[in-house]
């Protein structure tokens, strides 16, 4: 399918485990960004890439990793998982800059 | 640091008119796009301002002054299915331009 898309959709896991997120994008589109949506806070931004290869830190970086070796997947890992983690997580794309992004339908994550 | 700031809940009734404001204190500026958000779901692109004046779309329209540092959106005709969370974002100048940063949303529920 067309578009772009995250799994799983919905996760829970324990304190200390690592998890990785997945998103994928079919239309090749250049910039790709994590975003986290808590109540109270709105979007903020996880990490943005510019390109393969290309990436860098957004507001709320610290305890993620992720990694860009293909254009169409932007996966974002916590390396140990912590309650104040739990979230709705979303990936988007955009084609520029003057260009509106696109979202994936979320990960809804649990850290019990 | 970056400021943007939108009411945090609005209602209307079914047919009339409401707009929801957005002001930004940002460090640089590029444009301000508009989304709409239902609950549960993704983000969807409404509208993307980068030179002032009204962007008229159907039954609804944003506005922007980059010297006041404001933006609004107007629904009118207001309908049942309008009730959701409208999100703006700004494109800021420099490194930051790549990125989308996003105020708290407003919720617009919209009553019989």
């Known amino acids: 399918d067309a578009g772009i898309t995250q799994s799983p959709r919905y996760k829970i896991t324990e304190t200390g485990r690592q998890v990785t997120l997945m998103c994928h994008q079919t239309?090749?589109?250049?910039?790709m960004f994590w975003y986290r949506q808590d109540l109270g806070h709105g979007l903020r931004l996880i990490y943005y890439?510019?390109?393969?290869?290309?990436?860098d830190k957004g507001e709320v970086p610290d305890g993620y990793v992720v990694s860009r070796s293909k254009t169409e997947n932007f996966p974002l890992t916590l390396e140990s998982a912590t309650r104040s983690q739990t979230s709705v997580y979303f990936c988007?794309?955009?084609?520029?800059?003057?260009?509106?992004?696109?979202f994936g339908q979320g990960t809804r994550l649990t850290v019990v | 640091g970056q400021n943007i700031d939108q009411p945090t809940e609005m209602t209307a009734t079914e047919g009339a008119i409401v707009q929801i404001n957005c002001t930004y204190q940002t460090s640089g500026f590029n444009g301000l796009f508009w989304y709409q958000q239902h609950a549960g779901e993704a983000p969807t692109f409404l509208s993307y301002n980068v030179l002032d004046g009204l962007e008229e779309k159907g039954r609804f329209s944003s506005f922007l002054s980059r010297s006041k540092g404001y933006s609004y959106l107007l629904l009118k005709e207001l309908q049942m299915k309008d009730s959701a969370s409208y999100l703006c974002a700004v494109r800021l100048t420099g490194a930051g331009s790549y990125q989308l940063t996003f105020g708290k949303g407003t919720k617009l529920s919209v009553i019989p």
């Open positions: 988007a794309s955009r084609t520029g800059l003057d260009t509106e992004a696109f």
């Open positions: 239309w090749s589109h250049s910039y």
């Open positions: 890439s510019a390109a393969a290869d290309i990436t």
